[in-house]
């Protein structure tokens, strides 16, 4: 089956980093997004890898290993805007989207 | 350039009645996707559309669910008979690529939230 797993909750400080985890066990791989959502709002796009490495976007970096089945999204300097849930999406060799179930991330000041 | 437009936002049905759902994509998209969102888990795929094609309905249950993308207006999703395990939020994403080409990002709605009681 398809599995990504991702943890449920994660709790960090304002001004700190955090590093938010994800595995994926899928039918093929065609790519890795990682998605923004707010509460109570739609998700928003905010990074996207196919290759192994490293991609930074500002204070968001999202890391690959095809090999690892793995992928993080290291934000830097938080702010508490950044409190949302972070999801984890694969795209399998069908090009259909397996989406995680989310890591809600909570930020203390 | 107006985003994606899903509308209402917020739905009241009771049980057995009609519940339709309606999504505008972005202007130039021509592809079209919902995804049903229950509380507190991650979104689930439901059907993918082109103008009057449905291209893969894998993740939409078998009855009384129904999803339509005329030449002109907007995507409806129809959901008939609706129970109260249909309450969530249902979300339309479109995009101006088919899913088979890469950074295929997706832009979403803000969703309708479908409440039955």
């Known amino acids: 089956g398809q599995n990504i797993d991702q943890p449920t909750e994660m709790t960090a400080t304002e001004g700190a980093i955090v590093q938010i985890n994800c595995t994926y066990q899928?039918?093929?791989?065609?790519?890795l997004f990682w998605y923004q959502q707010h509460a109570g709002e739609a998700p928003t796009f905010l990074s996207y890898n196919v290759l192994d490495g490293l991609e930074e976007k500002g204070r968001f970096s999202s890391f690959l290993s095809r090999s690892k089945g793995y992928s993080y999204l290291l934000l830097k300097e938080l702010q508490m805007k950044d409190s949302a849930s972070y999801l984890c999406v694969v795209m399998d060799s069908n090009y259909q989207l397996i989406w995680g179930a989310g890591t809600k991330l909570i930020i203390k000041p | 350039n107006a985003g994606v437009m899903q509308n209402p936002r917020h739905l009241v049905r009771r049980r057995g009645q009609e519940a339709r759902l309606r999504c505008s994509p972005m202007k130039g998209h021509s592809h079209v996707y919902w995804y049903r969102q229950l509380p507190e888990e991650g979104l689930k795929f439901m059907v993918y559309?082109?103008?009057?094609?449905?291209?893969?309905e894998s993740g939409m249950p078998k009855e009384r669910f129904s999803a339509e993308f005329p030449k002109e207006g907007p995507s409806i999703l129809r959901i008939q008979q609706v129970v109260r395990g249909d309450s969530a939020a249902y979300f339309c994403?479109?995009?101006?690529?088919?899913?088979?080409?890469?950074?295929?990002?997706?832009?979403f709605g803000p969703g309708t939230r479908l409440t039955v009681t």
């Open positions: 559309l082109q103008k009057e094609n449905i291209i893969d």
């Open positions: 994403a479109s995009s101006p690529f088919g899913q088979e080409f890469e950074v295929n990002e997706q832009y």
């Open positions: 899928t039918s093929g791989f065609n790519g």
